[in-house]
């Protein structure tokens, strides 16, 4: 946890007292007053419908950590936000309100299917630290695909953008619903070795969804002790977020035929991470109405 905490936001005589300011030329005053803020103490990085929403939810009641209010900035993997990496005054503006002392840091959970943004992140602060969830990428794929056809983004039945993105390599000009990358985004294997590659091994904290599920409140206090945060601090309930009702359940024979995509992939991750993840193998049938 930074040295001392101030609720009084940061001013412009406080420039020259920012981690790592980075001036530019040529640069508007205002652009140039976002661009040389404090930068991000850490990010939630994924994987998509892994418990971010929840993990954000959490943190932003932390004391001495700020968090927008805005989630999924998508600064560094978006290119016409991240640019040539010279200007981070769309970034920083969302941290005008930040306390002095706080910890900064946001949640965009596309970051972990976008490993080339990895660079892009270690290179605007090397001592960033990066949290991933990661969930049963067969679950996660379906409670994805349930989240967008509950939003009318995606209306083809889950086996048939399963197959769509399979056959075609995920190609956006075969379907443009590609992009969502249902199985590619639960690839998790080479997203841990590329986080490894980028990062000092210290500085990346990965969770097994399914455990951070069952106790929600210690694994919140470890993220916290993780950034730089309290180690003792209490951690206020929240209420469900980005809770999407199944129309219905997932059949065995849809998990079964997606199982079969990353069964070499499960005992890649056991090996990397060191985790029994013999339960993302089983079918359990989900309540119909439950959370996704």
């Not at 290119?79 to 309100?97: N, P, V």
């Not at 056959?167 to 443009?176: F, H, M, T, Y």
Request: hydrophobic content about 40%; charged content about 30%.
């Amino acid at each position: 946890m930074k040295d001392s905490f101030s609720l009084e936001p940061l001013s412009i005589d406080d420039l020259d007292h920012s981690k790592e300011a980075n001036p530019i030329a040529p640069m508007n005053p205002l652009k140039s007053y976002f661009h040389n803020r404090p930068k991000l103490d850490f990010l939630v990085i994924g994987a998509e419908k892994a418990g971010t929403t929840a993990l954000f939810a959490y943190l932003r009641q932390i004391p001495g950590i700020y968090i927008p209010i805005n989630k999924e900035l998508n600064f560094f993997d978006r290119d016409h936000r991240y640019g040539e990496g010279k200007d981070f005054s769309a970034l920083h503006r969302w941290f005008l309100l930040a306390p002095k002392a706080a910890l900064f840091g946001e949640a965009t959970p596309t970051y972990l299917m976008n490993p080339h943004c990895f660079s892009r992140i270690y290179d605007y602060n090397p001592d960033i630290k990066v949290v991933a969830l990661l969930r049963s990428p067969v679950r996660r794929a379906y409670s994805a695909w349930n989240y967008r056809r509950a939003r009318l983004r995606d209306k083809r039945d889950f086996m048939t953008a399963v197959r769509v993105e399979v056959e075609s390599g995920a190609d956006i000009k075969v379907a443009r619903e590609n992009k969502y990358r249902y199985i590619g985004a639960g690839r998790y294997a080479d997203q841990i070795r590329a986080l490894r590659a980028t990062f000092p091994k210290e500085n990346i904290l990965l969770i097994k969804y399914e455990d951070f599920t069952r106790d929600q409140v210690a694994h919140v206090k470890a993220v916290t002790r993780f950034i730089g945060g309290p180690f003792d601090v209490d951690v206020p309930p929240i209420k469900s977020v980005n809770v999407w009702p199944y129309r219905r359940a997932m059949t065995r024979e849809e998990f079964e035929t997606v199982l079969a995509y990353y069964e070499d992939e499960i005992t890649d991750i056991e090996g990397l991470t060191g985790w029994d993840l013999n339960d993302w193998r089983q079918f359990e049938k989900p309540k119909k109405n439950g959370p996704a």
